[in-house]
């Protein structure tokens, strides 16, 4: 009452159903993100395209099952294996392998459809506790996420097998396990968004990443080998000492509490499977608290992330438009000036671009990966001289694999300066020409590297192979090139040059472009067989490839000469789906 | 006193240049599927006009100015720029014509000059001119200091900026300029008026949308109106004025009226009584 007197004291008459409306229940708020992720992902297939695009999801689906599915099975068949022979404790490897997949599978995966920012819900009146609690729910559904629930479930269904009366307490473990490992993804992920947010901190962040994920494969590959150098020599002391080290410290983290847990409770030593249990809730409890003050000071609209970088000294940054970088100097006058232009500001964006760098260094890496990999092959009967061997063309037939990126989305990365494009005098197939360009100029110097590395590692590949490989990879690039140039103006999706983590795919042309190499490859592997089996070396192989190259070259020229006509049919959808913010 | 007499030259160009059509469009059309964006849309802007294009929101404004500039093929109509018709000479036009498109249509991913460099050799200007004239507009636009910053690290009002001295660096002879104000700053903005103003000073042409009818009645010689999608008003301000003319206008021997005056009784007559009463105006607020 005194609210309506204080109101009507003021002069304000309030009008009818101007009580205080109660904030919307923690349910209601779930129905209607529920509801806006539904419309968003109905909405996204009316545009053009969106029939392929829903396709592409169908199909995919089976894929992401089994990916799912397959680490699950795994799980459950180990985790009973080791709760069977006695080697509890030994669960602390595939709570490991769990671990790793959940936090870092999601670093690598795209997203085919729009999302939604969670964060924009601070500006309705929404309470803290809900905000959080939504900030925690939504995602659960995430391709990493649902593996490693997956996989948890399958290792108590293991467990519970293997030793009926362990259950209980085996799934109560992994069910704090679970939700440790949700709330620390949600922990980092909400951390990084912070310093992701500004673009030199989010390539910085992005090249450690990186950095660390090859390290860590190479030491893992180089660590292999050390425990395989000899069936019958020592193990080396210094992977003796580290592997203790680690042994040490995994029993303090949480893949090593929950498995001690399991362990001490199936001997029946309840006081350590309890502070075991004790040690894990309190990991579950501190990311639980780091979460909520990032989330909370976002709550306020305390959002660190939207801090501006620090000015610089202006004096400092002055200086005269001709001191730009040497890259510029490069003309390429040998070409069309408007191709030689795109080609220069290609260049320019591949060397500003860590995530492509890092795509295009990765072949010359895997060449390592195999080398070292194929060290340990003897024990199943492949003779490693035959692995080395083909060395060239694993890493040729691997720069196919991460090229369809670039080239089924080549005008992702321009944004919304593709209409430029339009505007300008110039042919869309001067454009495209000069982006093709660079990716066969990458291509010819992956080449170069990648013979190097294996003649370096191993011996160089036999002259035949290599130029059928050669032969083989042209092919296979043309023939991206040509369906890629197409695809990229019909589907194309705006990207973020920064960014490694869920860029927006065209599902269809992710569809298309694996299967078209992976039909390339079992035609090389058909190829290579028959050469074997007419005992007439690769020329056989490099000829038909050779041929199937001018075919492929012929049909890239016919394409190309027919981009302009599509430009002009798609420039509107084009320009609309790539000026997306 | 400033004299207001101009080199014999210069006044020749001029008065070339004013009897010329630099654009003009008959039925231009433009549908989305069962939505008609814009109708029958017939414009003649002279050579030398600074001509205004307004209109409210959605009426029709950016999808006839992309038409214009060759990003939005027409539904029905034609377009002929400096005498060329469009569809059958676009590169020619595209040579002719600079743009600042709505949303600017910059590399993010290039520092300014790198950027104007690529802008003046898809223009086919030669690595000298090119740099000097990248020089002089960042100069001008006082974005000469930024040269290691990516364009897409800049303000609002620098990429309006760089939008602009892009849209010129070939010396274009008719400009067109979607909201080249909006979000910019009034030094900036002073900048950008500068520039133009010294454009039409030497016979270009600058067709210009914008919502600040201060500016466009600051700078246009020429407004057009269009609502729905249909031109409803063409000519020069004065001519406007007379369009709009009321009985109560003449009552007041001062009375002068403004643009935003014309824009609201033109669109308001258009649009009829569209204005709700009291009691139906919004009661729940406040």
Not at chain 1, 415 to 430: E, S, T
């Amino acid at each position: 009452m005194a609210r309506i007197e204080t109101g009507l004291a003021a002069g304000l008459e309030p009008p009818a159903g101007d009580a205080p409306r109660p904030v919307a229940s923690l349910r209601r708020h779930f129905a209607t993100i529920s509801w806006l992720r539904w419309r968003i992902f109905v909405n996204s297939l009316r545009g053009k395209g969106a029939k392929g695009e829903l396709v592409a999801k169908i199909v995919s689906y089976p894929i992401l099952a089994v990916m799912v599915l397959g680490p699950a099975i795994g799980s459950g068949i180990g985790s009973y294996y080791l709760v069977d022979k006695g080697e509890v404790s030994l669960l602390s490897i595939p709570l490991w392998i769990i671990f790793v997949l959940w936090q870092f599978i999601g670093v690598n995966t795209s997203s085919t459809g729009p999302s939604f920012d969670l964060s924009s819900l601070i500006r309705f009146p929404i309470r803290y506790r809900d905000y959080f609690l939504i900030r925690l729910s939504f995602g659960l559904m995430d391709p990493p996420t649902l593996a490693g629930i997956a996989c948890l479930i399958s290792m108590s269904l293991g467990i519970a097998i293997a030793a009926p009366g362990l259950f209980p307490w085996a799934a109560m473990a992994l069910f704090v396990y679970a939700v440790c490992n949700v709330l620390f993804s949600r922990m980092i992920y909400s951390w990084m968004e912070r310093w992701l947010a500004q673009r030199r901190t989010r390539e910085l962040f992005t090249g450690i990443i990186l950095a660390v994920s090859l390290g860590a494969q190479f030491l893992a590959q180089y660590a292999q080998r050390l425990s395989h150098s000899g069936n019958h020599a020592p193990t080396n002391p210094w992977l003796e000492k580290a592997g203790n080290a680690l042994v040490a410290i995994n029993w303090l983290l949480p893949p090593g509490l929950t498995a001690s847990s399991i362990d001490h409770f199936h001997s029946g030593d309840m006081l350590i499977a309890v502070a075991s249990l004790g040690g894990l809730l309190l990991f579950t409890l501190t990311f639980l608290v780091i979460l909520h003050l990032r989330l909370h000071a976002q709550f306020r609209g305390e959002d660190l992330s939207e801090a501006p970088a620090p000015a610089k000294a202006k004096a400092a940054a002055i200086k005269t438009v001709s001191q730009a970088p040497a890259a510029a100097a490069v003309s390429f006058s040998f070409l069309p000036a408007t191709v030689a232009g795109c080609l220069i500001k290609e260049i320019r964006y591949l060397l500003r671009s860590g995530p492509k760098l890092y795509v295009l260094i990765m072949p010359v890496f895997v060449v390592f990966l195999f080398s070292v990999r194929s060290s340990g092959m003897n024990l199943t009967g492949i003779s490693h001289h035959s692995v080395n061997g083909l060395l060239f063309s694993y890493g040729c037939a691997y720069t196919q694999l991460i090229f369809v990126a670039l080239i089924y989305n080549s005008l992702g990365g321009d944004g919304a300066g593709v209409q430029f494009y339009f505007m300008a005098p110039l042919r869309m197939r001067d454009v495209m020409l000069g982006k093709n360009l660079l990716t066969i100029g990458i291509f010819a110097i992956e080449v170069i590297l990648i013979y190097i590395a294996s003649a370096i590692i191993s011996t160089p590949a036999p002259f035949d192979l290599a130029v059928a490989t050669l032969a083989w990879s042209l092919f296979t690039l043309f023939l991206n090139m040509s369906i890629g140039n197409i695809r990229s103006i019909v589907s194309p999706k705006a990207l973020d040059p920064a960014k490694v983590r869920s860029q927006n795919v065209s599902g269809l042309n992710s569809l298309i472009s694996l299967g078209l190499v992976a039909g390339s490859v079992i035609l090389g592997i058909l190829m290579s067989m028959l050469c074997s089996y007419l005992q007439m070396g690769y020329w056989v192989a490099a000829a038909a490839f050779a041929a199937l190259t001018a075919l492929s070259f012929v049909l890239y020229i016919t394409v190309l000469g027919q981009v302009d006509g599509i430009a002009s049919r798609n420039a509107e959808s084009l320009t609309r789906e790539l000026s997306k913010t | 006193m400033r004299s207001c007499r101009l080199p014999i030259a210069e006044f020749s160009s001029i008065l070339i240049a004013a009897m010329t059509v630099a654009i003009s469009t008959s039925g231009l059309t433009r549908r989305f599927g069962d939505f008609v964006a814009v109708q029958n849309v017939n414009l003649n802007v002279a050579a030398g006009q600074f001509y205004g294009f307004l209109g409210p929101n959605g009426a029709g404004k950016s999808t006839t100015i992309k038409m214009l500039t060759g990003l939005l093929a027409p539904t029905a109509g034609s377009i002929q720029v400096l005498g060329l018709d469009f569809a059958t000479h676009a590169l020619e036009v595209k040579r002719q014509i600079g743009v600042v498109p709505e949303g600017m249509a910059l590399f993010g991913r290039l520092t300014a000059s790198e950027y104007l460099r690529f802008v003046g050799q898809m223009y086919g200007l030669d690595h000298a001119t090119t740099l000097q004239r990248s020089e002089e507009l960042l100069e001008f636009m006082n974005l000469a200091q930024e040269t290691k910053k990516l364009v897409t690290d800049f303000s609002h009002g620098m990429q309006k900026k760089l939008a602009l001295a892009a849209a010129v660096i070939h010396g274009p002879k008719i400009l067109f300029l979607d909201e080249p104000f909006e979000g910019v700053d009034a030094v900036a903005a002073g900048t950008l008026k500068q520039m133009l103003q010294g454009m039409i000073a030497r016979g270009a042409t600058i067709f210009l949308t914008s919502h600040v009818l201060e500016i466009v009645e600051r700078l246009c010689t020429h407004v057009a109106i269009i609502n729905h999608g249909e031109l409803i008003a063409d000519g020069s301000l004065e001519e406007l004025r007379a369009g709009v003319h009321t009985q109560s206008d003449s009552d007041d021997p001062h009375a002068r009226l403004t643009l935003e005056e014309i824009f609201i009784r033109v669109i308001g007559k258009e649009d009829g009584a569209a204005a709700l009463s009291p009691e139906q105006e919004l009661s729940w607020l406040g």
